[in-house]
């Protein structure tokens, strides 16, 4: 079993940065991908981005490309979320969320494990 913790959220500007982590729990973080997932008030959760198990392979949602990166660090057995120029559509709740496969990784009902979220608020 894998406990997920997210942090780093915040209320930025638009245009600012922010870093965002996802801890987790257990000595077998790295037998698991990880997923990014955001839900805004009135809206679906929806698919960010997602880091294989070494952290070879990264997909990104066409809304985020080229302005997050995601990334991690297994010997801390944590995945950062690293987000740049970010836009008021960028506010939400983010979710990091776990699975033991690197196929469907859009898919929400496929992640096994999931994080409390973390409040990210860009202001214009």
């Known amino acids: 079993q894998v406990q997920l913790v997210e942090s780093g959220g915040g209320l930025v500007q638009a245009g600012a940065s922010l870093r965002l982590s996802c801890g987790a729990s257990?000595?077998?973080?790295?037998?698991?991908?990880i997923g990014w997932f955001r839900q805004a008030p009135g809206k679906e959760r929806e698919f960010v981005a997602t880091?294989?198990?070494?952290?070879?392979?990264?997909n990104y949602a066409d809304a985020v490309k080229g302005r997050f990166t995601i990334t991690r660090d297994n010997a801390k057995n944590t995945v950062y979320l690293r987000m740049n120029s970010l836009k008021p559509e960028d506010t939400a709740v983010y979710y990091c969320?776990?699975?033991?496969?690197?196929?469907?990784?859009?898919?929400?009902?496929?992640?096994?494990?999931w994080g409390q979220g973390t409040q990210v608020t860009v202001s214009s």
């Open positions: 969320a776990a699975k033991a496969t690197y196929r469907d990784f859009t898919a929400i009902a496929s992640y096994d494990y």
């Open positions: 257990g000595r077998t973080f790295s037998s698991y991908a």
């Open positions: 880091i294989s198990l070494s952290g070879g392979v990264t």
